[in-house]
């Protein structure tokens, strides 16, 4: 049975989840060192933001299948490692985008109103109403960095709320932001046109430190900032400056560069100008419940050798891409794997050419498929879909993509052309019906024919006797040939031939087919 470790709290329902296909242990507080000691036992990996799943964890998890993280950042994990080893990341996107835009929302109102400052006054038997006049947001203009999932949300509350919406997010189209009626603006006018900015963006090298000393100098004295997003966006020395200083008049963070925020930060010397709350941005009940059963759902599915919904690591293969896509899928990889067993182990280039309704589909998982197809045969159950693209890169395979919807042969096929050792190769197939695949062309002769797991394929002349003294030979061996199919282009000229067999062709036989008359070259394809 399948071994799961989880190492942060997550809810009892996914718990319940992977003990139906797995023996689950929760240990959470492990150390680093104790992370990577125990890890090699283990199939699948479920945390939260608690537990660092470093390049030394991954390479130590020798049985890892698939990493979870039961919630939206994945800056926890290094997902560069486990994709270079073929480990699938996965997340709940959407579990706690609730939770997450809600509390934006309550961090703004509250620093706009001294909340958390007049609550402990009050406590502390004080009554000072004058301390603590506050601003409205009503009319107020809200920027959002970044309108996906959880700024779309913050959006629809705002405008509820009588704010004036304008959003920097250059990967989003202006009829999805006209629909929110948030005015698209590049981030330099959104700086300086907002009274409240909110940070909804994901922490990469680019957005690092993207609000700092002079981002600060471009907003309005009046403006106030809110980051529920991710550690690392704000320069917190930074921001304590323009706080102290007065150059902003407030800011809120749930999520800092160091978690848990130091003792030593300045930031906790500030006053009301800032308020501070230990990462609760997926702290609710419903949202811990949300992305614990996402999660293991997940988990559960791969240990099961089905498709993940969430995965990060495997663009374009969300589920329902994948679902729409696997017949093509199938048959890109297949098509990979014949290709490069016929143009040699040592492949420069890898053209893919997407015909027909196929041209109109998203080609990044075809890519993909073609890509894993094309090294099986070097690297065997070491690629898969999660590093066959970077594994290409390594070895140095130039991947060109092209599209022509005006091929009408088949309702959609694949070309793929590779560069080798053995010259220039190209195979082509199609789907028959919606699941049928075929090999339609092998080279520049016409064929169809269905992939088998033992395959030989020969170019000869095409001339009378050449097929039955092949056919002779094979049986002489008690070789049984389940199918034969010849492409030719002309009468007489070269031709493929292509033998399915019902069992793998023994030791010596292919140098005897090599020898028979105009016999040109021949192969064997296992597929």
């Avoid at 990967?171 to 981030?187: H, K, M, P, T, W």
């Avoid at 993909?368 to 890169?393: D, F, M």
Wanted: charged share 20%; proline share 5%.
């Amino acid at each position: 049975m399948p071994r799961v470790i989880v190492t942060d709290p997550i809810d009892q329902a996914g718990i319940d989840i992977l003990s139906q296909v797995a023996q689950v242990d929760v240990r959470t507080n492990l150390t680093l060192e104790e992370l990577i000691a125990v890890i090699p036992n283990y199939d699948a990996i479920m945390v939260r933001s608690g537990t660092r799943v470093t390049r030394e964890v991954i390479e130590a998890g020798k049985n890892l299948k698939i990493i979870g993280r039961a919630g939206v950042g994945v800056d926890n994990i290094d997902v560069a490692a486990a994709t270079k080893a073929g480990i699938l990341v996965v997340n709940s996107p959407e579990g706690n985008t609730i939770a997450a835009a809600e509390h934006a929302i309550a961090l703004m109102m509250a620093l706009s109103r001294h909340i958390a400052d007049a609550n402990a006054s009050l406590k502390a038997g004080q009554w000072k109403r004058e301390e603590f006049v506050g601003v409205e947001v009503y009319k107020k203009t809200l920027g959002i960095v970044g309108l996906g999932r959880i700024g779309s949300h913050v959006a629809q509350i705002a405008k509820a709320m009588g704010m004036r919406l304008l959003a920097y997010d250059p990967y989003i189209s202006i009829e999805r932001a006209e629909q929110l009626g948030v005015r698209l603006v590049d981030f330099t006018t959104l700086v300086q046109e907002s009274d409240y900015i909110t940070l909804h963006v994901p922490k990469t090298p680019e957005t690092t430190n993207l609000f700092n000393a002079e981002t600060f100098r471009l907003m309005k004295p009046t403006a106030r900032l809110i980051n529920c997003a991710r550690g690392g966006l704000v320069d917190e020395q930074a921001l304590y400056e323009a706080l102290k200083s007065g150059q902003i008049a407030g800011a809120a963070l749930d999520v800092f560069a160091e978690e848990p925020l130091s003792k030593d930060s300045p930031l906790l010397s500030l006053g009301k100008e800032l308020l501070l709350t230990p990462h609760l941005g997926a702290s609710t009940e419903e949202a811990q419940v949300n992305v614990a059963i996402d999660v293991a759902e997940q988990i559960r599915d791969v240990l099961l050798g089905l498709p993940a919904r969430s995965a990060v690591n495997i663009p374009g293969l969300q589920a329902e891409v994948l679902q729409s896509l696997k017949p093509y899928l199938e048959l890109a990889e297949t098509l990979g794997n014949l290709v490069g067993q016929l143009a040699g182990d040592r492949v420069s280039q890898l053209e893919i050419r997407l015909q027909g309704s196929l041209a109109e589909k998203d080609s990044r998982p075809i890519v993909i498929a073609a890509l894993k197809g094309l090294l099986t045969l070097a690297l065997r159950e070491r690629v898969n879909y999660v590093n066959a693209s970077i594994e290409a890169k390594e070895r140095g395979i130039r991947v060109v993509e092209t599209r022509d919807p005006s091929v009408k042969d088949y309702s959609g096929s694949l070309t793929l052309i590779a560069h080798g050792p053995n010259g220039v190769r190209s195979v082509s197939g199609a789907l028959i019906g919606e699941r049928e695949v075929r090999i339609t062309q092998i080279d520049e002769f016409p064929v169809n024919v269905p992939p088998s797991a033992n395959m030989l394929m020969t170019l000869h002349r095409d001339m009378p006797g050449i097929i039955g003294r092949i056919g002779t030979l094979l049986g002489a061996y008690n070789v049984n040939i389940a199918s034969m199919q010849v492409g030719r282009k002309i009468i007489r000229g070269d031709a493929v031939m292509v033998l399915s067999l019902d069992d793998p062709l023994p030791d010596g036989i292919l140098e005897e087919v090599l020898k028979q008359p105009g016999i040109r070259d021949a192969f064997v394809v296992n597929l």
